[in-house]
């Protein structure tokens, strides 16, 4: 079974551009979260969708955004981007709600100048 | 910030020791799990221990749960090079599906 997958792998943008990340989970995975990585905040929450719908959403500004279609797949989209918004985002996938183990993909490495 | 505390920080140790790393949380919390990330990569999940449950094992991983103290421990036993890597504690603390990560113990093993 194919893992969770991430597009791309890296990119790099100026600021004020906007940025649209793809994730494709496990097969069968119907919950989807993102989570952003920096050195100096760690690793912190942005959203998690469940059948199409945001169930949870972390403290992020409005410019994070994200979707989830009727196959499970999942965007993210950062307008207006800043240099802070550099980090690796990370996708993880369950089976449901019901189960708490994440299984991630490799991330994205956005880097902002 | 909910975030999670581990220490240290960094740990260095020879290929055969044990290696441990402590991890403390700040409310309460249905379950934990231990995830590890090797350099810049996802994460992987390696154990979940649940409120009601004092020690687990996996393999050569042995997890500890203290609810009181609100801290856990995961100890790697006859570590190898193979598990260098940087290792995170995560709990439920955020609500379902929102996990809240602690700040990570990177951890060299060396030949």
Redesign the interface.
Known sequence: KAGVTQTPRYLIKTRGQQVTLSCSPISGHRSVSWYQQTPGQGLQFLFEYFSETQRNKGNFPGRFSGRQFSNSRSEMNVSTLELGDSALYLCASSPDRGQEKLFFGSGTQLSVL | SQ?GEEDPQALSIQEGENATMNCSYKTSIN?L?W?RQNS??????LI?IRSNEREKHSGRLRVTLDTSKKSSSLLITASRAADTASY?C?T?A???????????TRLLVSP
Do not use: E, I, S, W
């Open positions: 975030q379950n799990q995830y810049g990569r996802g994460l992987v999940h979940l995170f995560a439920d955020g609500g379902f599906q929102k996990l809240v990560f602690g700040t990570g």
